[in-house]
């Protein structure tokens, strides 16, 4: 049987999908702590803070020819003893336009849950093609 608190963070997951799908900055926030971290996958650009990346997501749809960003997760792992969780997948980066993968690799999340609802944290890339 799936723990709640898995099920809780693939909805999550699905959310932030769906909201990059959309373009939907408004969407992505409640998913985000406050203090949330993003490292990225090719320069390892560091963009901290939920406020830095609602606006580094914001320039990004706004781009002419953008890119739509899906992360599958393979597996999340339940922390037993602190409401936090890693969830470990697989990254996509293809041309809205046409389909074309622009970029790809793994990734890492580290997810706290407060006042019950289930918040990223950290979130680490690895480009791999």
């Given at each position: 049987?799936?723990?709640?608190?898995?099920?809780?963070?693939?909805?999550?997951?699905?959310?932030?999908n769906?909201?990059?799908?959309?373009?939907?900055?408004?969407?992505i926030?409640?998913?985000?702590?406050?203090?949330?971290?993003?490292?990225?996958?090719?320069?390892?650009?560091?963009?901290?803070?939920?406020?830095?990346?609602?606006?580094?997501?914001?320039?990004?749809?706004?781009?002419?020819?953008?890119?739509?960003?899906?992360?599958?997760?393979?597996?999340?792992?339940?922390?037993?003893?602190?409401?936090?969780?890693?969830?470990?997948?697989?990254?996509?980066?293809?041309?809205?336009?046409?389909?074309?993968?622009?970029?790809?690799?793994?990734y890492?999340?580290?997810?706290?849950?407060?006042?019950g609802?289930?918040?990223?944290?950290?979130?680490?890339?690895?480009?791999?093609?």
């Open positions: 049987m799936t723990p709640p608190a898995e099920i809780a963070i693939r909805l999550a997951r699905a959310a932030f769906r909201a990059l799908a959309d373009a939907d900055a408004t969407a926030a409640p998913l985000l702590a406050p203090a949330a971290l993003l490292v990225a996958g090719t320069d390892s650009a560091v963009i901290s803070g939920s406020a830095a990346q609602l606006r580094a997501w914001r320039r990004e749809f706004a781009a002419p020819d953008r890119t739509l960003y899906v992360r599958t997760p393979a597996r999340v792992i339940v922390s037993s003893v602190e409401p936090i969780a890693f969830e470990h997948g697989h990254w996509q980066g293809r041309a809205l336009g046409d389909g074309t993968v622009r970029a790809e690799g793994d890492t999340a580290k997810w706290r849950e407060a006042g609802r289930w918040r990223i944290e950290a979130e680490l890339y690895l480009t791999l093609g």
